[in-house]
C-alpha cells in the first residue's frame, strides 16, 4: 500500500529520528474500546518534538501540524509504533514527518495508521540567533522528502489566502435554508481548562499534544450534538499554534460545526488563553484554531449521512462557506512509495463526474496539454486497436536544457465487474517510424496511468507513475517551485474535466 502524503514504506534513515513504542491499555480508549485520537495525537507531538530537538539541540516548540488522515485505528493490547525524523531545516523551523504504524503481538500484520507532517521552531535558552544545520540525506526518498518539504512550507505559508480567494470564488450567500436543515448554532460547546504542570513541556509551555487533545475533546461534543452519535475522528485540517501559553495560563475551547458534507462533518474549533489579569479583563490570546473531520456509524457499522446545517448570521456564513474551501482543497493527495530502489508517486482526486466521461475524457491524451503544463504538443501517432493508441508529445525545456519529447503506448480498459475500476495504462515504445529527433531529447515513461472508480455521481481518480530518470525532471520541477506544484497539475485536471461535464450537459 502507498503511504499517506509524502509518507514512504521504505522507513526512515536521518539521522535525526526517534522512535516511541506504545501498547494500548483501556486508559487510552474511547467508549469502543479505540485508542482515542487525543492521546495518538500527544504521542505525535512528543515524538516529533524530540527529533527536532535532537537535530536543532536546543528547546523546540510545535507551530503547525498538518492535514493528518486517520487509516486505521488501535485497540487494547495492540501496539502502535511512531516514528519521526526530520525532513528539512530552514533557518528557525523544521518539518518533521512522522509515521504511525499498529502492530497486533498475537499475529505478524503491521498496518498504517496516519502520516503526520508537522512544523516546529527552535528556541534557544537565551534568545540567541538560530541557524540550523541543513538535513544530510543520501537515499532518493530522502532527497524527495527534502524536496517535498519545500512544497509542503510554501502550502502552509499560503492556505490561508487560498482559502479565502476560493471562498472569494464561492461567494458567500446564504447558506443552506432547506426544511430540516438544523442551525450551527445548536452544536456550539465551550469549555475551560486549566493548565497546571503535568499539562507542561520540559519547557514549561503548554504541551502542543495535550492541546490538540483537548481540542479533540470538545470537537467531539459538538459533533455529536449534531447526529446524536458517537463521531469519530477522520482527518485534521492543520493544527496552526498562533501563539504559547504556559502553567497557569486559562485556555477556553470553542467548537461549532461548520458545515456537513454527507458522510463527514467540520468542526471548527478555537482555543483563547488568559493569564490571571488578562482572565479579569477578559483580554483573550488567540493561540491556536483547527478544523476536524468526522463521521459517525450506526449500530450495523455503516457510515450514515448527517443532517443539512444552515446557518444566518454573518460569522456562521464565514465559517460555513469556509467548509466549503477547505472541502475542495482536501480533495487532492498525494502519496509516495519507495521500493527496490523505484520511486513511485501517486495522486488521488475527487471529481464531480461521472466515472464514464472521465474514462472517455482522460483516455484522450490530447487533452491533457489543457493541464499539464509542460507538454507542448501532443497528437496520435498510430491507432493500434480501438482501445490502444501510440501518442506522441513534447515538452517545454526544463531548467534550460533541451525540450524532452515522449513516445508512448496508451491502453484503455473498461471494468470487467461490478466494483472494478477504469483502467488507462502507460509506457514508453519505440518506433522505426518516430526516431529520436535532435531538436528534442527522447525521454521514457516506464509505468504510469489512471485508475478511475464511480463515486455515486463522481469519480475518485488515481494517477500513479513510477519515478525515472526521464520523469524526474519534471517531479522535481514542481517541487521545487520553478514549475506549476503537483497540486496545481491535479487541480487543473479536476477544472478540465468538471468544465467539460457542465459543457456537455448544457448541450
Known amino acids: 500500500d502507498?503511504?499517506?502524503?509524502?509518507?514512504?514504506?521504505?522507513?526512515?534513515?536521518a539521522a535525526a529520528q526517534v522512535h516511541m513504542c506504545q501498547t494500548i491499555f483501556p486508559a487510552h480508549t474511547n467508549y469502543r474500546g479505540e485508542l482515542g485520537a487525543g492521546q495518538l495525537l500527544k504521542w505525535i507531538d512528543t515524538t516529533a518534538c524530540l527529533a527536532a530537538e535532537k537535530h536543532?539541540?536546543?528547546?523546540?516548540?510545535?507551530?503547525?501540524v498538518d492535514d493528518i488522515?486517520?487509516?486505521?485505528?488501535?485497540?487494547?493490547?495492540?501496539?502502535?509504533?511512531?516514528?519521526?525524523?526530520?525532513?528539512?531545516?530552514?533557518?528557525?523551523?523544521?518539518?518533521?514527518?512522522?509515521?504511525?504504524?499498529?502492530?497486533?503481538?498475537?499475529?505478524?500484520?503491521?498496518?498504517?495508521?496516519?502520516?503526520?507532517?508537522?512544523?516546529?521552531?527552535?528556541?534557544?535558552?537565551?534568545?540567541?540567533?538560530?541557524?540550523?544545520?541543513?538535513v544530510e540525506f543520501v537515499t532518493a526518498q530522502d532527497f524527495l522528502e527534502h524536496t517535498l518539504a519545500a512544497e509542503r512550507r510554501k502550502i502552509r505559508?499560503?492556505?490561508?489566502?487560498?482559502?479565502?480567494?476560493?471562498?472569494?470564488?464561492?461567494?458567500?450567500?446564504?447558506?443552506?435554508?432547506?426544511?430540516?436543515?438544523?442551525?450551527?448554532?445548536?452544536?456550539?460547546?465551550?469549555?475551560?481548562?486549566?493548565?497546571?504542570?503535568?499539562?507542561?513541556?520540559?519547557?514549561?509551555?503548554?504541551?502542543g499534544g495535550q492541546i490538540m487533545a483537548w481540542m479533540e475533546t470538545v470537537a467531539v461534543i459538538s459533533a455529536s450534538r449534531l447526529c446524536r452519535l458517537h463521531p469519530t475522528l477522520k482527518s485534521v485540517d492543520m493544527f496552526k499554534f498562533r501563539g504559547p501559553s504556559t502553567v497557569g495560563d486559562r485556555l477556553v475551547f470553542n467548537a461549532i460545526v461548520n458545515n456537513t458534507f454527507q458522510k463527514s462533518i467540520e468542526v471548527g474549533v478555537r482555543v483563547e488563553a488568559f493569564n490571571c489579569e488578562e482572565w479579569a479583563k477578559g483580554q483573550a490570546r488567540h493561540i491556536n484554531s483547527a478544523f476536524l473531520i468526522f463521521n459517525a456509524v450506526n449500530e450495523d457499522g455503516e457510515l450514515i449521512t448527517f443532517p443539512r446545517v444552515k446557518s444566518i448570521t454573518k460569522d456562521g456564513l464565514r465559517r460555513y462557506h469556509g467548509a466549503i474551501a477547505r472541502k475542495k482543497i482536501r480533495l487532492i493527495k498525494m502519496f509516495t512509495l519507495e521500493e527496490t530502489d523505484a520511486l513511485s508517486i501517486k495522486v488521488e482526486m475527487q471529481v464531480r463526474i461521472s466515472s464514464e466521461l472521465a474514462f472517455s475524457l482522460l483516455s484522450d491524451f490530447r487533452h491533457h496539454v489543457h493541464w499539464v503544463k509542460h507538454y507542448s504538443?501532443?497528437?496520435?501517432?498510430?491507432?493500434?486497436?480501438?482501445?490502444?493508441?501510440?501518442?506522441?508529445?513534447?515538452?517545454?525545456?526544463?531548467?534550460?536544457?533541451?525540450?524532452?519529447?515522449?513516445?508512448i503506448l496508451v491502453s484503455q480498459r473498461k471494468p470487467c465487474k461490478t466494483g472494478d475500476p477504469y483502467i488507462i495504462a502507460v509506457r514508453s515504445v519505440a518506433l522505426t517510424s518516430v526516431?529520436?529527433?535532435?531538436?528534442?531529447?527522447?525521454?521514457?515513461?516506464?509505468?504510469?496511468?489512471?485508475?478511475?472508480?464511480?463515486?455515486?455521481?463522481?469519480?475518485?481518480?488515481?494517477?500513479?507513475?513510477?519515478?525515472?530518470p526521464g520523469v524526474m525532471p519534471y517531479v522535481a520541477a514542481t517541487l521545487d517551485g520553478s514549475s506549476k506544484s503537483i497540486e496545481d497539475t491535479a487541480s487543473g485536471c479536476i477544472h478540465f474535466l468538471e468544465l467539460q461535464s457542465s459543457t456537455m450537459d448544457c448541450i
Open 56 to 64: 536543532a539541540g536546543m528547546p523546540c516548540v510545535t507551530a503547525s
Open 377 to 407: 504538443t501532443c497528437k496520435v501517432i498510430q491507432n493500434v486497436t480501438e482501445e490502444d493508441k501510440i501518442y506522441h508529445i513534447t515538452s517545454i525545456s526544463i531548467n534550460g536544457n533541451k525540450p524532452d519529447d515522449f513516445l
Open 157 to 207: 505559508l499560503d492556505h490561508e489566502r487560498v482559502c479565502k480567494n476560493l471562498v472569494e470564488e464561492c461567494g458567500m450567500n446564504i447558506c443552506n435554508q432547506e426544511e430540516g436543515a438544523i442551525s450551527t448554532d445548536l452544536t456550539h460547546v465551550q469549555s475551560t481548562e486549566l493548565v497546571l504542570p503535568p499539562h507542561a513541556n520540559h519547557q514549561g509551555n503548554t504541551f
Open 435 to 468: 526516431p529520436s529527433s535532435e531538436n528534442y531529447c527522447r525521454r521514457e515513461i516506464q509505468c504510469a496511468g489512471f485508475l478511475i472508480y464511480p463515486d455515486g455521481n463522481s469519480s475518485f481518480v488515481s494517477y500513479c507513475i513510477q519515478g525515472t
Open 2 to 13: 502507498f503511504s499517506a502524503r509524502g509518507g514512504s514504506t521504505a522507513g526512515f534513515m
Open 69 to 134: 488522515q486517520f487509516e486505521e485505528t488501535a485497540r487494547v493490547g495492540q501496539i502502535i509504533s511512531i516514528n519521526a525524523k526530520v525532513n528539512r531545516a530552514f533557518t528557525t523551523s523544521m518539518e518533521v514527518g512522522v509515521k504511525v504504524t499498529l502492530q497486533d503481538p498475537l499475529t505478524t500484520f503491521q498496518k498504517l495508521i496516519c502520516v503526520a507532517f508537522s512544523t516546529y521552531v527552535a528556541k534557544p535558552v537565551h534568545n540567541g540567533k538560530v541557524d540550523l544545520k541543513p
